[in-house]
């Protein structure tokens, strides 16, 4: 699967029974509690870190700038997420990272300026990122 492509979102959400608590997973990482994503409220209008898993991946291929959407801790439309947007002209920046998370278990570490879109919180490519990803987290 391309990211080039445009597709439908999938979901993916940590469910309990299956497997361990964000902050456990967060432990084990070495993210700060204060990184999480559920967090990130607290830090509007600032440079932070915010932390998750990555629940969904979707390009919006005929969207003007054609926009990377990568969803932190809940999928679009849940208010219980950061969405780090990154516009096409950025993809090769990214891609390596975007190619890793979209397939599942992976969470994701970004380091920007975070500030509300129509009422979400988000992370633009436009203002820098510092990230990191780990794979097969569970």
């Given at each position: 699967?391309?990211?080039?492509?445009?597709?439908?979102?999938?979901?993916?959400?940590w469910n309990g029974s299956r497997s361990r608590p964000p902050e456990a997973i967060a432990e084990r990482l070495g993210i700060p509690q204060s990184h999480l994503?559920?967090?990130?409220?607290?830090?509007?209008?600032?440079?932070?870190?915010?932390?998750?898993?990555?629940?969904?991946?979707?390009?919006?291929?005929?969207?003007?700038?054609?926009?990377?959407?990568?969803?932190?801790?809940?999928?679009?439309?849940?208010?219980?997420?950061?969405?780090?947007?990154?516009?096409?002209?950025?993809?090769?920046?990214?891609?390596?990272?975007?190619?890793?998370?979209?397939?599942?278990?992976?969470?994701?570490?970004?380091?920007?300026?975070?500030?509300?879109?129509?009422?979400?919180?988000?992370?633009?490519?436009?203002?820098?990122?510092?990230?990191?990803?780990?794979?097969?987290?569970?």
């Amino acid at each position: 699967r391309s990211l080039s492509e445009s597709r439908k979102p999938t979901k993916r959400k940590w469910n309990g029974s299956r497997s361990r608590p964000p902050e456990a997973i967060a432990e084990r990482l070495g993210i700060p509690q204060s990184h999480l994503w559920y967090n990130a409220g607290n830090h509007i209008g600032e440079a932070c870190t915010v932390a998750g898993p990555v629940v969904n991946v979707y390009q919006a291929k005929d969207a003007n700038g054609m926009p990377i959407f990568v969803d932190i801790g809940s999928a679009y439309p849940s208010d219980n997420r950061v969405t780090l947007v990154i516009w096409a002209e950025h993809y090769d920046d990214f891609a390596e990272m975007l190619n890793a998370v979209d397939h599942g278990g992976a969470w994701l570490s970004v380091s920007s300026y975070l500030d509300v879109y129509e009422g979400s919180l988000q992370m633009n490519s436009d203002n820098g990122c510092e990230y990191t990803w780990w794979t097969e987290v569970g």
